[in-house]
Nanobody, 117 residues
Framework: QVQLVESGGGLVQPGGSLRLSCATSKFTFRTYAMSWYRQAPGKERELVAIISTAGGSTNYADSVKGRFTISRDNAKSTVYLQMNSLKPEDTAVYYC??????????WGQGTRVTVSS
């Protein structure tokens, strides 16, 4: 069955960095747009970043532009989120998503990021 497994979350001080990974299997990774979402306590899930199938196009939420970078390795079926200059408001559970349209829509289980001193 399709698997998306996020890793790399944890506790980090404000101003610090983390790199999230989402390792996938059992679907044709290179044909899916990949994205990262996050959900903070008491808030709705929001789109953080998205990358096209070949990685040539990316988009970011305004709140993370210039601090976060999404990338993908189609040979490894993995998508990454490099997060720099982290702020307390970045605290959330981060999810990766694979989407190709219609029913071809898969989510990981999430990894928790806590930014606190």
């Amino acid at each position: 069955q399709v698997q998306l497994v996020e890793s790399g979350g944890g506790l980090v001080q404000p101003g610090g960095s983390l790199r999230l990974s989402c390792a996938t299997s059992k679907f044709t990774f290179r044909t899916y747009a990949m994205s990262w979402y996050r959900q903070a306590p008491g808030k709705e899930r929001e789109l953080v970043a998205i990358i096209s199938t070949a990685g040539g196009s990316t988009n970011y939420a305004d709140s993370v532009k210039g601090r976060f970078t999404i990338s993908r390795d189609n040979a490894k079926s993995t998508v990454y989120l490099q997060m720099n200059s982290l702020k307390p408001e970045d605290t959330a559970v981060y999810y990766c998503r694979a989407y190709r349209g219609g029913v071809y829509d898969y989510w990981g289980q999430g990894t928790r990021v806590t930014v606190s001193s």
